[in-house]
């Protein structure tokens, strides 16, 4: 049975499989209409009753209550009780059956905090008997002064003595200034002060922090083995420590990859110990090992759960001769893992770490990573199943679905390999399992310095505890099986290749490369010379199925990046949510220093493709005498202290209306700082805020408001929201704000944008921000079948704008029209969020554009040219040659000087047969148009260059190899 917690209602359900691993039953256990928190679930083997232990809103709102609800075989509730303190949250981390000379009880861990929030500073032991009694508590947050102990996880000892283990951290300090250090402890049911012993460093393993900043920690605890002669448990634990080169509370993105700013940054490493502890009136403990857990290509961030092979009760056991009681457990564990893959190129950002140890030295015997592109969390607690020889994880994934998925994986210790496991609707809902190479270094810290407490004693917690009424309803879950297949990559991958100009001359200048020129033979050297990186997903290549198509790649203007744009009809960095035959777009962002990709992927029921990328150049507006400190941020606080009175203006920058004035004053004879809160209810039509200025209380409900303050003020706006980027900028309008940002087009039939749809293909526009790490969309069209092929920044023409070359089966914005296709050029101004009339032209027949190659560019003078196929008389002269001719439109801005002319010069060349162009650049001054014929031009081959002088018409036309 799987516990869990569903979202969408709130309500706690249990998942029933049979041994075959076939959804049975599901059930919900509903209290209230407010959220339900599943923690742990009990098995009583000798009954068949289940333990389910979480807390609830419903009882105590606004605060949370520990229940406890106790189900039979036949699933029908015994009881269920609530443990409640007054105004306090209550909340259980953990729980598990402890038999006592043959009395069964359950014990547990409540965190008791006064704020609903995620900090770990203490709480209390219980213990309950199964008619759910309370029969004793204890008090951990009186470890010593200002010291309090946070459990992550119970386990039982030794079979019916009454011992149980727990493991988690000690909190050193105050508030704002918080040490954490792994702890255990013991704990005897049938002694009245409950807790015997204590464990815990005294070393500093995580910096100064907050109550609810959690990097130092051992999350498990499992017994090896218990020797009833001896009265000795064998213990492993697991765990974390913080990564303390790091400033504090910080995470290294640098090696993370991700899309939607959903992944976790490195911020721990995962580690690991065997101890042995006896009982004694005073109770000695031998730590034989301590680990830290290393990967050479990654981060092993923690330990998360573990699971003992018991050679005692695995019955194929005995046919393993090498294993037979050589006095080596083997541990098998779970964690969590950054870019932890085997080729170090993973496009996951958090996945789940299997791997196993051997309890007699500390070394690794096997290691894998289970993930895909989500937050893939699948080893949150890890159980045999009915054979006692495969283990069975379950945890959490944001990998194929919009919200979270539960997920069982299934695997036997000695079936490691490499896979795809993926759904039979679906190869491209997969999940990766992959060797990821881990190794182990001695950890000495936690022993250096450790504490020691034997045989303490603490308070009792006092916690109501009382009934609560519940009751079992059906749920309505399914379950997909991944079935273990290896899924084949889609048909198409998208590539980047990346060649170095001084490694090409040095090639052209062996006597090698001279002497095959001279005997005319074709020379390949791309094998060599290029650096390939390809995009993929799995699939079965049919249309709506794991192809990756590339059709742009650009350099930032920092010399950091490579960005790639293209199409995906299977999943890269998100879930594909169209309908069958339909593409996401995505970006893929290379970074230069690491070689790593970071992939964005997003789009809706219906298509989006993009065809063509540039980089936004705009006009900064910021303020800059002084600067702002984190201008343009989305979380965190924008400050500013003004020196010069006038009017200035918050903006957001993606979206052009929401702004206001900050007026400064120059009156005031002292200076103040002055806190005010962005506030999104009004979004994105505007700013809303709350907190006072120089006038005094802000209206929360005024759209926009003025801002009043006097110079020498230090205005702090403390802002959240990664859709709006927050600017204090001289002058209206978020295009400067978007300097630095990629721009793409395409065509759709969905409405990311959320505005007008046109029909048929729209042209499409997005403007992605690498910073925040999410993207914008407009859409314009003609009503019929419209593709935006390429765009370029014109910011030194038009402010702010781009100019988008398209074709077009209709007239775009009021354009013009000529034939059944046109070509055209748009503007868009990325400040004002405005678009232009339409500006085609054509012949009385069709102009094509190719969607592969670059089918515009532009000169320095602020002309566009546009290539195309024309089958009709496109020229001004109207000259044609053939069933096809190449077209080339030049559009000019202002060719009159004055700015008020905007027109099209037209050119068409051809062989008398059938000629196709794909691309077109210049040197400066010259376009060089590429294609190829259908005839014979100057020899007896079909790739076909053609140079053209917009100053004197086309110069001359080449055929190549």
């Not at 000695?414 to 190869?427: D, F, I, L, P, R």
């Not at 997909?480 to 290896?486: D, I, K, P, V």
């Not at 794991?546 to 960095?573: H, L, P, T």
């Not at 992605?768 to 390429?790: H, L, Q, T, V």
């Amino acid at each position: 049975t799987v516990a869990g917690t569903d979202t969408l209602d709130g309500k706690l359900f249990l998942a029933n499989y049979d041994k075959n691993f076939t959804l049975s039953s599901s059930k919900k256990i509903d209290i209230g209409f407010r959220n339900d928190v599943s923690v742990d679930i009990l098995h009583d083997e000798a009954t068949g009753d289940k333990y389910v232990v979480g807390y609830t809103y419903n009882e105590s709102f606004p605060y949370s209550s520990t229940i406890i609800v106790k189900i039979d075989s036949s699933d029908t509730i015994i009881w269920s009780k609530k443990l409640s303190q007054s105004n306090l949250y209550i909340k259980p981390t953990s729980a598990t059956l402890v038999k006592n000379s043959g009395t069964l009880y359950i014990a547990t861990f409540l965190h008791n905090s006064a704020a609903d929030t995620g900090d770990f500073k203490g709480g209390a032991l219980v213990v309950i008997d199964t008619d759910g009694n309370t029969t004793s508590t204890r008090d951990l947050s009186e470890i010593g002064i200002d010291i309090s102990m946070y459990v992550n996880n119970v386990v039982a000892g030794g079979d019916d003595t009454g011992k149980f283990f727990f493991s988690g951290s000690v909190s050193n300090g105050s508030a704002g200034s918080v040490h954490r250090s792994p702890a255990w402890g013991m704990a005897s049911i049938s002694d009245a002060n409950l807790v015997k012993y204590i464990n815990y460093s005294n070393n500093t393993l995580s910096d100064a922090q907050s109550w609810d900043e959690y990097e130092a920690a051992w999350l498990d605890i499992a017994l090896i083995k218990y020797d009833s002669d001896l009265s000795t448990h064998e213990l492993i634990l697991g765990g974390k420590k913080e990564d303390t080169s790091l400033a504090s509370g910080a995470e290294d993105y640098s090696g993370t990859m991700g899309a939607m700013m959903l992944e976790r940054g490195h911020s721990s490493f995962a580690i690991m110990q065997k101890v042995k502890i006896a009982d004694s009136a005073s109770y000695v403990v031998d730590v034989e090992w301590s680990k830290q857990i290393n990967s050479p290509l990654g981060y092993f961030e923690e330990v998360n759960s573990l699971l003992v092979e018991d050679s005692d009760s695995r019955p194929w056991w005995f046919f393993e001769d090498e294993e037979f009681h050589n006095g080596n457990h083997r541990v098998i564990f779970t964690g969590t893992g950054l870019n932890m893959d085997s080729d170090g190129g993973t496009l996951m950002r958090a996945d789940t770490l299997l791997g196993g140890i051997n309890t007699n030295d500390g070394s690794i015997y096997f290691n894998n990573t289970l993930g895909h592109m989500g937050e893939d969390n699948i080893g949150k607690d890890i159980v045999w199943d009915h054979l006692t020889r495969n283990f069975v994880t379950v945890g959490g994934s944001t990998s194929h679905s919009q919200g979270k998925d539960g997920v069982l994986f299934r695997g036997d210790k000695e079936g490691w390999g490499t896979g795809v496991y993926h759904t039979t609707a679906s190869t491209s809902n997969a999940y990766y399992y992959d060797s990821a190479t881990i190794n182990t270094i001695n950890e000495t810290a936690i022993e250096t310095t450790k504490v020691e407490v034997s045989n303490p004693t603490y308070n009792d917690a006092l916690y109501t505890s009382s009934d609560i009424g519940t009751s079992l309803i059906d749920g309505s879950y399914y379950g997909l099986e991944y079935n273990g297949s290896y899924g084949a990559n889609g048909l198409f991958t998208g590539f980047m290749a990346i060649v170095d100009k001084d490694d090409l001359q040095e090639f052209l200048n062996t006597e090698t490369y001279r002497k095959e020129k001279a005997a005319g033979n074709i020379i390949h050297r791309a094998d060599n010379l290029f650096q390939i990186h390809q995009i993929s997903t799995v699939g079965d290549a049919t249309a709506d199925d794991g192809n990756v198509f590339a059709y742009d790649v650009i350099k930032s203007s920092d010399g950091e990046y490579y960005y790639i744009g293209g199409q995906v009809s299977g999943n890269i960095a998100k879930t594909n949510t169209g309908l069958s035959g339909v593409y996401d777009y995505y970006l893929a962002q290379w970074d230069i220093a690491s070689s790593e990709f970071r992939l964005w992927q997003n789009g809706d029921d219906g298509d989006e493709e993009i065809y063509a990328l540039t980089e936004l150049e705009g006009t900064s507006k910021a303020v800059t005498d002084p600067e702002a400190v984190n201008n343009g941020g989305f979380a965190g606080t924008v400050s500013w202290t003004p020196t010069v009175a006038g009017t200035y203006y918050y903006q957001c920058g993606n979206h052009s209306s929401m702004n206001g004035q900050i007026v400064v004053q120059d009156v005031q004879g002292s200076t103040s700082s002055i806190d005010i809160t962005a506030m999104y209810d009004n979004v994105p039509l505007a700013f809303r805020f709350s907190g006072t200025d120089r006038v005094g209380n802000i209206n929360p409900a005024v759209n926009n408001p003025t801002i009043t303050i006097d110079t020498g003020d230090t205005i702090n706006f403390t802002v959240y929201n990664r859709a709006h980027p927050f600017w204090i900028q001289t002058s209206t309008g978020s295009g400067g704000a978007k300097k630095g940002h990629i721009a793409f087009t395409g065509r759709t039939t969905g409405n990311l944008a959320g505005g007008t749809q046109f029909g048929g293909y729209d042209i499409f526009l997005g403007i992605f921000n690498p910073r925040a790490w999410n993207a914008e969309y407009y859409n314009i069209g003609s009503g019929f079948n419209d593709k935006g092929m390429n765009l370029h920044d014109i910011n030194e023409i038009l402010p702010n704008s781009l100019a988008i070359s398209y074709t077009t089966f209709g007239s775009v914005n009021n354009a013009q029209t000529f034939g059944s296709e046109d070509i055209g050029i748009i503007t868009f101004n990325y400040d004002s969020d405005i678009w232009s009339n339409g500006f085609q032209t054509g012949s009385e027949t069709s102009e094509e554009i190719e969607q592969n190659g670059k089918a515009s560019s532009k000169l320095l003078d602020g002309r566009i040219g546009v290539v195309c196929n024309t089958a009709g008389a496109f020229a001004d002269d109207a000259n044609t040659f053939g069933l096809k001719d190449m077209g080339l439109g030049i559009f000019d801005f202002d060719s009159d000087g004055l700015g008020n002319y905007q027109g099209w010069s037209k050119y068409q060349v051809g062989s008398g047969s059938s000629d196709f162009s794909y691309s077109i650049d210049n040197n400066g001054s010259s376009f060089l148009v590429t294609g190829y014929s259908e005839a014979t031009w100057d020899k007896d081959v079909s790739g076909v260059f053609v140079e053209f002088d917009p100053e004197r018409n086309f110069k001359g036309k080449v055929a190549g190899t």
